[in-house]
């Protein structure tokens, strides 16, 4: 069984700039979230998806978005990108609903700001 | 609100070692409690969990935890390190049912020397 794909694995963007991560979840798994690690802060919760809907976002601006397909892939986007938004972008999926269940993590895109 | 704080941000044991890697958290609500790890150039992957029940957790890779309410603890522990546990770890702490928004800690690098 594949596991958590997100693509791209790195990219190089300029400040103002926009981005689109994408993440195909584990056949079969309709929860996603995603994360934000960066040395200084650790990780972060973005926000996550089940079902195409939003069930929570972090505290993060505006600028980061995202959403769920109807085959339960996702994807995020930053827009006018901030050097702080430089950093490693985990998407996770789940079989389960109920938030006790195992996250999968992805292996991440790896997001350098200029 | 929930937080988790992980004590050492790098700690260094001999191969054969016992391993300690210690998280406390802050919980206003029953918490469900991770340890996850990070390898290299990947995402995490859950080593155990605590959501009910028993307060002693075995995971894989030999590792195990203890919930201890009455000290807010779950301490992360392993009786003899091996090389291939080099890694870091990192404890986080949810609300449980209905959500991955999960809180982790700043992590654990852990190093293992020969």
């Known amino acids: 069984k594949a596991g958590v794909t997100q693509t791209p694995r790195y990219l190089i963007k300029t400040r103002g700039q926009q981005v689109t991560l994408s993440c195909s979840p584990i056949?079969?798994?309709?929860?996603v979230s995603w994360y934000q690690q960066t040395p200084g802060q650790g990780l972060q919760f973005l926000f996550e998806?089940?079902?195409?809907?939003?069930?929570n976002k972090g505290n993060f601006p505006g600028r980061f978005s995202g959403r769920q397909f109807s085959n339960s892939r996702s994807e995020m986007n930053v827009s006018t990108l901030e050097l702080g938004d430089s950093a490693l972008y985990l998407c996770a999926s789940s079989s389960s609903t109920g938030g006790t269940g195992e996250l999968f993590f992805g292996e991440g895109s790896r997001l350098t700001v200029l | 609100a929930q937080s988790v704080t992980q004590l050492g941000s790098h700690v260094s044991v001999s191969e054969g070692a016992l391993v300690l890697l210690r998280c406390n958290y802050s919980s206003s609500v029953p918490p469900y409690l991770f340890w996850y790890v990070q390898y290299p150039n990947q995402g995490l992957q859950l080593l155990l969990k605590?959501?009910?029940?028993?307060?002693l957790v075995k995971g894989i890779n030999g590792f195990e935890a203890e919930f201890k309410k009455s000290e807010t603890s779950f301490h992360l522990t392993k009786p003899s390190a091996h090389m291939s546990d080099a890694a870091e770890y990192f404890c986080a702490v949810s609300r449980g049912s209905g959500t991955y928004k999960y809180i982790f800690g700043t992590g654990t690098r852990l190093k293992v020397l020969a």
């Open positions: 056949s079969g798994h309709r929860s």
């Open positions: 998806y089940f079902s195409e809907t939003q069930r």
């Open positions: 605590y959501t009910t029940g028993a307060t």
